[in-house]
């Protein structure tokens, strides 16, 4: 929804206008996501606890999903007190992010289903 709702707003969701700060770019956001790509691959998956170390990946992404989800809308409610461009790039980096972590847990349930065949 919030991707449509830029597009009403003249913009889109991989807008690369630059300065917010939440999108790809931003060295803490990268950092998280080398972490939790490690910790995909690091999973054995013939390992007895294999499903438990993948349920724990999964936990981690659909806590993030949640908080992204969170914060887009604090920042369309930022944005409806005051719509400001800035604002707007705001969203599109975390709509950006928000992409990231829906993608890294189709990843994760193909492991899963990978680890159940």
């Known amino acids: 929804?919030?991707?449509y709702l830029l597009t009403l707003l003249g913009r889109s969701g991989d807008d690369d206008r630059g300065g917010s700060g939440h999108g790809a770019k931003d060295p803490m956001f990268l950092m998280m996501v080398m972490e939790q790509r490690e910790a995909l691959e690091a999973?054995?998956?013939a390992a007895d606890d294999a499903a438990d170390r993948l349920d724990a990946v999964r936990q981690?992404?659909?806590q993030r999903i949640v908080a992204e989800e969170r914060a887009i809308a604090a920042a369309f409610a930022q944005y409806d007190d005051d719509p400001r461009e800035e604002v707007?790039?705001?969203i599109a980096g975390l709509c950006d992010r928000?992409?990231?972590h829906n993608r890294f847990?189709?990843?994760v349930e193909r492991k899963e289903?990978?680890?159940f065949e």
Request: aromatic residues 4%; without cysteine; proline residues 0%.
């Open 1 to 3: 929804r919030a991707a």
């Open 43 to 45: 999973v054995d998956m």
């Open 60 to 62: 981690e992404v659909d």
């Open 88 to 90: 707007l790039d705001t």
């Open 98 to 100: 928000l992409r990231y």
């Open 105 to 107: 847990l189709e990843e």
């Open 113 to 115: 289903e990978a680890l």
